[in-house]
């Protein structure tokens, strides 16, 4: 962008400028994949909230208990924004992991039980704990449903951002802090989407989950335009005026 047009938009909008790496809220901002070392001040926090308890006199069930009450909240607010390394991952856990059973972030300690199976409902035999890589993508799925479900000008202006005109998620490169992620919870999420009709007005009768268990356009091949209706043809076009529960 040339230096008149950011100096025209920062004075319209009264706002200084900046430049990469930033943060808003608290969050890192910066162009390009998520590495480790831009989400490395988590870790580091972790193990200054560590410093101060004293975890040796502190029983089992009280680390557990701070555990889940307190160190796993602090990662989540950046979790619910980035898709994690796995090696920062691995890092978090290996401190929660230590403290749990030594009482030391930094001294491992022979385990009783593997973290895996820890990291389950107490129903099913573990403690109640969560992988971080599990939480990490529910909290984007979550993010990804807002895009899909919310009419606010933030999920717009991601929906124009990241899908084709014509429907579908783009699958080129984007030079976007947050699309790895998304495109990580899509892959987990749109096998398991589905609409329920109501106006008709956003659905797509090709390209969306509407009438079985995947979109029309992956079960049938289609040569020119059925019915006359294009590819962007939305449900609203063949519904009949009366509510869909109603058709008999």
């Known amino acids: 962008m040339p230096p008149p047009q950011k100096q025209f938009i920062c004075n319209l909008f009264g706002m ?9 809220l608290g969050v890192p901002i910066f162009p390009g994949r998520v590495k480790k070392a831009q989400v490395w001040h988590v870790v580091d926090r972790l193990q200054e909230t560590l410093a101060g308890w004293k975890g040796s006199l502190l029983s089992f069930q009280a680390r557990l208990c701070l555990i889940k009450s307190v160190l796993f909240s602090i990662p ?3 979790m619910a924004i980035y898709k994690w390394p796995k090696s920062v991952i691995n890092s978090c856990e290996r401190i929660m992991r ?7 972030p930094a001294k491992s300690k022979l385990i009783t039980k593997a973290w895996h199976k820890i990291c389950c409902p107490k129903d099913e ?13 529910a909290l984007l799925s ?14 717009k202006f991601l929906l124009a951002k990241f899908r084709y005109k014509k429907g579908g998620w783009i699958t080129y490169y984007k030079q976007s802090s947050i699309w790895g992620g ?7 999420m749109e096998g398991n989407l589905g609409w329920i009709i109501g106006d008709g007005k956003s659905i797509s009768i090709w ?3 509407w009438c079985s268990l995947e979109p029309i356009s992956n079960m049938v091949t289609i040569d020119g335009n ?23």
């Open 16 to 24: 200084p400028e900046c430049s990469f790496p930033d943060s808003y």
């Open 76 to 78: 989540i607010y950046n």
């Open 98 to 104: 230590n403290f749990l059973w030594s009482g030391d």
């Open 125 to 137: 035999g573990g403690l109640g704990l969560v992988r971080l890589e599990t939480l990490n993508r």
């Open 142 to 155: 979550k993010l990804m449903w807002g895009i899909y479900s919310s009419k606010n000008s933030w999920a």
């Open 182 to 188: 998304l495109q990580w919870a899509i892959s987990s």
């Open 207 to 209: 390209l969306d989950t």
């Open 226 to 248: 059925l019915f006359d209706l294009g590819e962007k043809a939305l449900i609203l076009r063949i519904c009949l005026p009366l509510p869909w529960e109603t058709i008999t």
